[in-house]
């Protein structure tokens, strides 16, 4: 592990954090450091504000938290101060919880910015070692607690540590661009990380879609040279009282088809897999925590690419429900993709819950911006369990109607539903009215549009990259449902 929990600072840590809330007792805290009335006037302890001072040798961050700081803050700001001294930091670092009074709820969350906050968005540039090994550049981290419940806060870090690792797994795949990373390449990853922390991975081949009829997979993938796969995981424990099954729009690029979007930012369309990438994650860190759950996890996945064979706005395509689907605008492959695997998993498993993750409308980041997701769902229980997974996790949620009022607008002259209603407004609600169609009348289903938070601002970059959004947000929910 890259964390170690321990009752007193080591001499190999060479530098030392200190965690401050700006707060009435800010001034009794600091009493402890030299000159500590100057350096009450220089450090309030207000959010992501560092100061840095000496105790003999060792290098000291004073960091502060802010007023009244949540699990989400405390992961956003040891994230930002990790990546921005990661060059600079020792080979081991203390992080102290004692001195700034600081709750030990919060190792999970302090551990999970600790790590992720030493990612590395460089895939592919020339001038890093080929033997770049994370374990080996990520400083070690000594977290000091009190001797009291360390057994606990041991497993803390420790979740907080792995959520990071399958993060960071996750964002890496994200923002691997399409020349890397395919459906296949998807599938690879799936099985390798079954097979790593034992969970059951099959493999649907183009032949095989086609032959258990997944005709919308199939009529999205006819533009590409790369054939399509679907993904089929299974995670289960021994203590499991509930299966839910997990869903992921898996589309490796999206150039919107015959549909064409236009170029400019056509190049973060390596995202459209961004709800793929949270069902993956999700699976993966529900087996390594083993989460007392029965996971079905699938994934659709293709690209959307333009060919002569290519679908065409018009066509009427099949679907693994049977049902007859117009085409009006083929840059809308994402729910196409999502009925086939709503439908697979609505008629092979008997599930509690159905969950769906998509980058599937520009509409919903419109509503919503890049501050949340849209949620909509026929399930009020699940409405609620979501939203606060989504705030304690800081991968917030919004919910947004599902009512029938919406239903005419995938009326088709020709076909049993259309796949657009061409219109430039309510898109979000349309395209997850869309789905519901598939869900099959399942009383508890809910559908995240993430289209605004998958993939944003951050401090790897000055480009968008990868968020891991969901993964958080879906493991939180999934320990407060056993």
Not at 105 to 126: F, P, R
Not at 411 to 418: C, F, I, L, P, R
Request: hydrophobic fraction near 40%; glycine fraction near 8%.
């Amino acid at each position: 592990m890259i964390l170690e929990v321990v009752s007193q600072l080591t001499e190999t840590a060479q530098a030392v954090i200190y965690l401050f809330r700006q707060d009435d007792t800010l001034k009794a805290r600091l009493a402890s450091f030299s000159n500590a009335d100057l350096l009450t006037e220089d450090f309030k302890a207000e959010a992501k504000h560092v100061h840095v001072l000496y105790e003999g040798s060792r290098k000291v961050f004073l960091i502060g938290l802010g007023k009244s700081p949540k699990e989400a803050d405390f992961v956003k700001i040891l994230r930002s101060f990790f990546y921005k001294q990661k060059k600079t930091l020792p080979d081991t670092i203390g992080l102290s919880l004692i001195k700034g009074g600081i709750e030990f709820q919060w190792v999970e969350a302090i551990a999970n910015g600790c790590i992720v906050g030493s990612y590395d968005l460089g895939l592919y540039k020339t001038d890093k070692s080929a033997e770049f090994n994370f374990f080996e550049c990520t400083p070690k981290i000594q977290l000091e607690t009190a001797e009291s419940g360390i057994e606990s806060i041991i497993e803390s870090a420790r979740i907080g540590e792995m959520t990071a690792l399958t993060q960071i797994r996750v964002m890496d795949l994200m923002n691997a661009p399409s020349n890397k990373k395919n459906p296949l390449a998807l599938a690879d990853w799936a099985v390798e990380s079954g097979q790593k922390y034992g969970y059951s991975v099959a493999i649907f081949d183009e032949k095989k879609c086609e032959k258990i009829g997944l005709k919308a997979l199939v009529a999205v993938s006819k533009g590409s040279k790369n054939p399509p796969c679907f993904i089929v995981m299974e995670y289960t424990h021994p203590q499991a009282t509930q299966k839910i099954g997990l869903v992921g729009k898996g589309v490796t690029f999206d150039t919107g088809g015959i549909s064409l979007k236009q170029s400019t930012n056509m190049h973060y369309m390596k995202s459209d897999m961004g709800g793929a990438a949270a069902v993956l994650g999700t699976i993966e860190l529900a087996a390594k925590l083993q989460l007392p759950v029965h996971l079905i996890g699938i994934i659709p996945t293709t690209e959307n690419s333009i060919d002569g064979l290519s679908i065409k706005p018009g066509d009427v395509i099949g679907s693994y429900s049977g049902k007859s689907i117009e085409v009006i605008d083929t840059d809308a492959e994402g729910r196409l993709i999502l009925a086939d695997g709503l439908s697979y998993a609505r008629q092979n498993y008997e599930l509690d819950c159905i969950v769906d993750l998509a980058t599937l409308t520009g509409s919903c980041v419109a509503t919503l911006g890049y501050a949340a997701a849209g949620l909509f769902t026929n399930n009020e229980s699940l409405a609620q369990s979501l939203y606060e997974s989504g705030v304690q996790t800081g991968e917030k949620l919004w919910r947004l109607p599902l009512w029938d009022d919406y239903k005419d607008e995938l009326k088709s002259d020709v076909a049993d539903v259309k796949n657009f209603h061409g219109k430039p407004i309510a898109g979000a609600i349309v395209a997850a009215k869309f789905l519901e169609v598939f869900v099959d009348e399942h009383a508890n289903w809910a559908h995240l549009d993430i289209a605004g938070t998958a993939f944003g601002d951050s401090e790897f970059g000055t480009m968008k990259s990868a968020t891991a959004y969901g993964v958080r947000l879906l493991t939180h929910w999934l320990r407060r449902q056993v």
